[in-house]
Nanobody
């Protein structure tokens, strides 16, 4: 069983909305935080958003704040990413992650030990 399973990717037009979901299981459940990262074509993986289970604090990449919203259900070890006003630049493989990052590392790939397989999001102009 995969520790993290993402669903919801697809092909959309610019301006459309899309919702990604991720559920953790096994060792990836019960972690301190879960997050979304993305990897655009030919580029490095980058932080999108995260949620800390203690207090429900949320964190966003500055460039995405206002368009993307992360939500989570601690009891279900599940998170979602609501993406509105999608742009072609949002085209990427989106990855769900879980781990025990300290606050200063919550936007860092190094903060997460569990990763999903990724789901493709393609935004056409």
């Amino acid at each position: 069983q995969e520790p993290l399973v993402e669903t919801g990717g697809g092909f959309v037009q610019a301006g459309d909305s899309l919702r990604l979901s991720c559920t953790a299981s096994g060792g990836s459940a019960g972690t301190r935080a879960m997050a979304w990262f993305r990897q655009p074509p030919g580029k490095e993986r980058e932080f999108v958003a995260a949620i800390r289970w203690d207090g429900g604090y949320t964190y966003y990449a500055d460039s995405l704040k206002g368009r993307f919203t992360i939500s989570g259900d601690k009891g279900a070890s599940a998170i979602a990413l609501q993406m509105d006003g999608l742009k072609p630049d949002d085209t990427a493989v989106y990855f769900c992650a879980a781990g025990r990052p300290i606050v200063s590392s919550i936007r860092s790939i190094r903060g997460y030990g569990y990763w999903g397989q990724g789901t493709q999001v393609t935004v056409s102009s």
